[in-house]
């Protein structure tokens, strides 16, 4: 079964510093990725997904994550984060091709920006 | 505007009493799925829908209820409402089977149980 791993419950940066939020998963194939964001009082947004290819992706919002297959990880980052950025973010991962579309979220990272 | 819609928004109910919260997507899409979110145990998936009149349950079906007549509705029921319910509900939809695409989330409907 897939599974993944947020292991930061909370993270706490500077505005204008750099963000690095872990994902790793466990799947028995390269799954489809996605990272999600979710505002205070608000649904979650998609900020990014992989699929195939370059495996650097460029999502809204500055954002970008990289997939690396050997360490089984997709972690999220941005290179300065602002005030605006303070929300719960959600990795995700479904299932390649055929059947059933069913994604599994990790538990959530809570980023904290201080001024 | 493309859009899930959940109603209500907020909805305090008192134990047993019957609850319906609607979702309603406007995108054409075949799967919906609803999910709870508590602290610190992230969203879990309730109930799933891949098209009309097919659904299935996920990871904590206990005490939901829901049906898939149309395409474009899939209403959460809470045949009776206890507080262990008590948590923040989100309906999200997809393009559907077999197609691993953007989901596309409702703005959430917080339910407390008295």
């Known amino acids: 079964a897939q599974s993944v791993t947020q292991p930061d419950i909370h993270i706490t940066v500077s505005e204008g510093a750099s963000l690095e939020l872990r994902c790793n998963y466990s799947?028995?194939?390269?799954?489809?990725l996605f990272w999600y964001v979710q505002s205070p009082g608000q649904g979650l947004q998609l900020l990014l997904k992989?699929?195939?290819?370059?495996?650097l992706v460029q999502g809204i919002k500055g954002f970008e994550a990289e997939f690396k297959r050997s360490q089984s990880s997709f972690n999220l980052r941005k290179p300065s984060v602002h005030w605006s950025d303070a929300a719960e973010y959600f990795c995700?991962?479904?299932?390649?091709?055929?059947?059933?579309?069913?994604?599994?979220f990790g538990r959530g990272t809570s980023l904290i920006v201080h001024p | 505007e493309a859009q899930v819609t959940q109603n209500p928004r907020y909805l305090i109910t008192v134990t047993g009493k019957k609850l319906t919260v609607t979702c309603s997507q406007n995108?054409?899409?075949?799967?919906m799925s609803w999910y709870r979110q508590d602290p610190g145990l992230g969203l879990r998936q309730i109930y799933y829908?891949?098209?009309?009149?097919?659904?299935d349950k996920g990871d904590v079906p206990e005490g939901y209820k829901v049906s898939r007549k149309e395409k474009r509705n899939f209403p959460l029921i809470l045949e009776s409402p206890s507080p262990n319910q008590t948590s923040l509900y989100f309906c999200?939809?997809?393009?559907?089977?077999?197609?691993?695409?953007?989901?596309?989330f409702g703005e959430g409907s917080r339910l407390t149980v008295l």
């Open positions: 799947y028995g194939a390269t799954p489809y």
């Open positions: 995108m054409n899409h075949e799967y």
């Open positions: 829908s891949m098209n009309v009149e097919v659904t």
């Open positions: 995700a991962v479904g299932p390649p091709s055929g059947g059933s579309y069913i994604p599994t």
């Open positions: 999200a939809s997809s393009l559907g089977q077999g197609v691993a695409g953007e989901l596309f």
């Open positions: 992989y699929f195939s290819g370059d495996t």
